[in-house]
């Protein structure tokens, strides 16, 4: 993972917006695509119950997301921030003409085996991975916005995987419905629409030194809080 630190003796002097985001860039190599559990669901090394068992936890992670973006926008006293950052809880939430993201994660689910109602009770989701999203949910709600914009910067690296599921999954589990990989096809231009304008909050917001720093722990804490619900995850299901 990336340790990135501005150079001793030069401490005061802040990356420009280039060397900035590439620092935030860097920071990909923590991106849970590379935890021994993704490498082994990309691989088709994973039984259908750890493919469930990864489907009904990261499901608890999915509904969460509009709650986070929810605490966001009450934090956030800029209209035209607020005007935008909503779109994503409609994304995920859905409105008219549009199921969202959350519904495709529940055809996920039922396209993996498991019954709707079994999914949305949420049995599966083990302590773990609650006490990780929860965090993040939490982080949202007591952090400052821009803090709380910055750790949605994980989507920077989100198109990849998703690209690596579509190309992999219907060649390892021809088991899964094809119509059940939706959300990952749905999420890959909306995770590049995202991350621009979580950029240039990010970017704009960011500019001393010590806020970079600063920045870069809030992406790491995100990133942090992906793997340890692999862990949990890979834990749970051996």
Known sequence: MSNATHPAGDTARPWDRAEFEAQLRAKGAGYHIH??????????????????GWVANRFYYQINIPQKDGAIIANCPDRETRRKWVQRILDHDGSEGNAGGIEAWTRLGMAVGIPRGELWSLQHVVPGVRFAVDAYVNFARQAPWQEAVCSSLTEMFAPKIHKERLANWP?????????????????ISLAERDVEHGLQVTLDHFTTSAQQQRALEILQFKLDVLWSMLDAIEKAYP
């Open 35 to 52: 935890h021994p559990f993704n490498l082994k669901m990309n691989n088709g090394l994973l039984s259908p119950d750890q493919v469930r």
């Open 171 to 187: 060649k390892h589990y021809g088991w899964i419905e094809a119509d059940g990989l939706q959300y990952f096809r749905s999420r």
